[in-house]
T-cell receptor
Framework: AQSVAQPEDQVNVAEGNPLTVKCTYS??????LFWYVQYPNRGLQFLLKYITGDNLVKGSYGFEAEFNKSQTSFHLKKPSALVSDSALYFCAVRDISSMDSSYKLIFGSGTRLLVRP | GAVVSQHPSWVICKSGTSVKIECRSLDFQATTMFWYRQFPKQSLMLMAT?????????EQGVEKDKFLINHASLTLSTLTVTSAHPEDSSFYICSARGTANGELFFGEGSRLTVL
């Protein structure tokens, strides 16, 4: 079964410092991995995805993620955090286990990022 | 980018009434839409997959008679919470599958509060 794990409920960083939000995955076959951000009482906004190709994926708002096959990880990173980055971040994997699941996503539990001024 | 609109954003209703939430793809046709439920401080739980012109596919444990899904056109799917009770209070989010590379686009969510 496909699954993703986000081991940290919350990540705290100071503005200007680099940030990392962790995600590990378990899939059969090649993984399709995604990161989304959610602000309070809002839907999800797409940040980036990994399908194939370069292991370092660049996305929206200065975020990037590194796909590491040997460690089955897809950690989200940003070189310099902003207070406005404070939000809930979800890692997701595409579920390929059922017929019409081509674009059905399985989400991790979410990690709350708090960037302090 | 593609836009998915949900309406209403907020709804408060009395216990026992039914509430309809709409999910519209504004600038693209969506043959498939997904409905999620999110509890406070928790992840998104997929409720059902909605396919245009056919019956929705519900995830295990989701009552199809309780959560009625209709996908009558390529731009509209509706979720109706029937005979709502306080435990149905939640944040409901839809997503629509775009036609180009199948990327998913999410609505802004609808917060339901049942008194």
């Amino acid at each position: 079964a496909q699954s993703v794990a986000q081991p940290e409920d919350q990540v705290n960083v100071a503005e200007g410092n680099p940030l990392t939000v962790k995600c590990t995955y378990s899939v059969s076959g090649n993984p399709y991995l995604f990161w989304y951000v959610q602000y309070p009482n809002r839907g999800l906004q797409f940040l980036l995805k990994y399908i194939t190709g370069d292991n370092l994926v660049k996305g929206s708002y200065g975020f990037e993620a590194e796909f590491n096959k040997s460690q089955t990880s897809f950690h989200l990173k940003k070189p310099s955090a902003l207070v406005s980055d404070s939000a809930l971040y979800f890692c997701a994997v595409r579920d390929i286990s059922s017929m019409d699941s081509s674009y059905k996503l399985i989400f991790g539990s979410g990690t709350r990022l708090l960037v302090r001024p | 980018g593609a836009v998915v609109s949900q309406h209403p954003s907020w709804v408060i209703c009395k216990s026992g009434t039914s509430v309809k939430i709409e999910c519209r793809s504004l600038d693209f046709q969506a043959t498939t839409m997904f409905w999620y439920r999110q509890f406070p401080k928790q992840s998104l739980m997929l409720m059902a997959t909605s396919n245009e012109g056919s019956k929705a596919t519900y995830e295990q444990g989701v009552e199809k008679d309780k959560f009625l899904i209709n996908h009558a056109s390529l731009t509209l799917s509706t979720l109706t919470v029937t005979s709502a009770h306080p435990e149905d209070s939640s944040f409901y989010i839809c997503s629509a599958r775009g036609t180009a590379n199948g990327e998913l686009f999410f609505g802004e969510g609808s917060r339901l509060t049942v008194l």
